[in-house]
């Protein structure tokens, strides 16, 4: 009979974090051979309102959308993070 291999009960085991099991986890994205990382947003994370640069439509509050920047820029990281975009989730899909 094979053994089972039980976890000891008091072993800490990380507690999930519900929402960003909903919305996704940050990832790494290539397109048109620029990667970009991205930022799943939730729905109760949608604070204000963001313009779309894919269909230049208004992003309300509430509704869940990525965000993007180029992961590697050549006017440094922090550059990168302060040119991020707020895509609509269909628009980030097809651009």
Known sequence: MPRRHRRDRDQDVEALDIERLRTGVRRVETK?????VVQP??????????????C?????PGQAHVVSWEEE????????VEE???WHNHCWRIA
């Open 41 to 54: 947003i939730g729905e109760k994370n949608a604070l204000k309102d963001y313009r779309c640069p894919g």
């Open 73 to 80: 820029s050549l006017r440094g990281s922090h550059r990168a």
């Open 56 to 60: 230049d439509q208004i992003i309300p």
């Open 84 to 86: 991020r975009r707020h």
């Open 32 to 36: 048109r051979g620029t990667r970009y």
